[in-house]
């Protein structure tokens, strides 16, 4: 059964850096893009980043850019999100996920992402 598992939270000052990562466990990962997407308490899950199956063709939120560098390495099913110049704003639960198709249209909604497993949390004091 496919499964993420995600590590690397915790928790940071303003203006600190955090390296999450996602090790894949399931279908074959080089196939899937991935995806990273964050649940802030009582918002909706919102979209971080995402990676096509090759590593290229990254897509960020707008929230993230230029601050958040997704990656990846097939070798390893593990997915990456380099997270630089943290904002309190930043603070959630931090989700990966595979697409749900190989055929990823480019997508960033979480409906076209899964399964999720139980995330890692990241919280920036000012």
């Known amino acids: 059964q496919e499964r993420a598992v995600e590590s690397g939270g915790g928790l940071v000052q303003a203006g600190d850096s955090l390296t999450l990562s996602c090790v894949w466990f399931g279908h074959t990962f080089s196939l899937y893009a991935m995806g990273w997407f964050r649940r802030a308490p009582g918002q909706e899950r919102e979209f971080v980043a995402a990676?096509?199956?090759?590593?290229?063709?990254?897509y960020y939120g707008d929230s993230v850019q230029g601050r958040f560098t997704i990656s990846r390495d097939n070798a390893e099913n593990t997915a990456y999100l380099q997270m630089d110049n943290l904002k309190p704003e930043d603070t959630a639960v931090y989700y990966c996920?595979?697409?749900?198709?190989?055929?990823?249209?480019?997508?960033?909604?979480?409906?076209?992402?899964?399964?999720w497993g139980q995330g890692t949390q990241v919280t920036v004091s000012s």
């Open positions: 990676i096509s199956s090759g590593g290229g063709s990254p």
């Open positions: 996920s595979a697409a749900l198709s190989v055929y990823w249209s480019g997508s960033t909604s979480p409906r076209d992402f899964g399964p």
